[in-house]
């Protein structure tokens, strides 16, 4: 075979590619939510506790792409994985929502409400939620309707079957919502396994190391394009940590997700929309260690 017929084909197939890759960005990806499963094992994780699962999304950004069908389909998707508590961390709306309409109240509190989770709902909020009294106030209409509690600079105990707990923590977002650590952290031991949810990654690096055990966050959206180097979408309180896992302070783990959603473009490459399922899993204290 002559050298430029070998040289058509490999220009041929890189098209061929670039051009599944781009349809993909453009028109799967962006309401194709994937399924990302974690195990959480301690020895602080009580035994009652033990096999629990503890659902995550976040940046549902509803607004101009995000519609009724795609909450719809999200809404589906985290039933048929039947969890036993689920976290929102915020951003309900998208940053170009100034305000939220009754429709979008309506479909919001509707598709929210429909979201099982026998031990328990619970979210923050996003910087998107409070740009202004009025979406704050709806938001939290919204969620508080949906059977959803917010956490502010707050924790809660989940319990299962009995008096034994693990601790989730909420703290304000940091650009919108102040950020009171000590309060958020009061009801806490140090002994008790203390799940944190935040929405911006970044405030990872304030809370203590001796309590927290996992970290949640999101508000990147995982860059929404990402390419190595660079991204289309880097918002502020993503410095430090972007995306993906981190260990801070050699203590804890920080979990940034990519979120649900889409902003300023109805495009994903490299990272993909996503709902996470955490299962939790007593971990018995041996002589060699935790």
Same mark, same amino acid.
């Given at each position: 075979?002559?050298? %430029? ?17 781009? %349809? ?33 999304? !976040?940046?549902?950004?509803? +607004?101009?792409?995000?519609?009724? !069908?795609?909450?719809?389909?999200? /809404?589906? !998707? ?8 689920? /976290? ?72 299962? !079957? ?14 919108? /919502? ?9 009801? /806490? ?37 990402? %390419? ?30 990519? +979120? ?31």
């Amino acid at each position: 075979m002559k050298i %430029w017929k070998k040289i058509l084909i490999v220009l041929g197939v890189l098209l061929l590619s670039a051009g599944i890759m781009a %349809w993909d960005a453009f028109y799967s990806a962006p309401s194709r939510f994937n399924i990302r499963y974690e195990t959480l094992s301690s020895i602080y994780i009580p035994g009652q506790l033990d096999d629990i699962s503890i659902l995550f999304f !976040t940046d549902l950004d509803y +607004g101009p792409f995000m519609d009724e !069908t795609r909450l719809r389909k999200l /809404v589906d !998707t985290i039933n048929g994985l039947a969890p036993d508590v689920v /976290v929102f961390g915020g951003d309900l709306t998208d940053q170009s929502v100034k305000t939220i309409n009754a429709s979008a109240r309506q479909i919001l509190t509707k598709n929210l409400a429909a979201i099982n989770a026998p031990l328990g709902k619970f979210a923050v909020y996003g910087d998107n939620d409070c740009i202004s009294q009025q979406k704050t106030t709806a938001t939290a209409e919204i969620l508080y309707a949906a059977d959803f509690e917010i956490l502010t600079n707050a924790s809660v105990k989940l319990r299962n !079957t009995g008096s034994e707990s693990v601790a989730l923590v909420g703290i304000g977002n940091g650009i919108n /919502v102040y950020q009171d650590i000590s309060a958020a952290y009061a009801n /806490v031991p140090r002994t008790a396994y203390a799940i944190t949810v935040c929405h911006t990654p970044d405030t990872a690096a304030r809370v203590p190391v001796d309590i927290t055990k996992y970290f949640l966050a999101g508000h990147s959206l995982g860059g929404q394009v990402y %390419w190595f180097f660079n991204s289309l979408y880097k918002p502020a309180m993503t410095d430090v940590y972007f995306r993906g896992k981190y260990t801070v302070n050699g203590t804890f783990t920080l979990d940034v997700s990519s +979120g649900t959603g889409t902003t300023a473009r109805d495009v994903r490459f490299l990272s993909n929309a996503e709902v996470v399922l955490y299962r939790l899993e007593h971990k018995v204290l041996t002589d060699t260690g935790q």
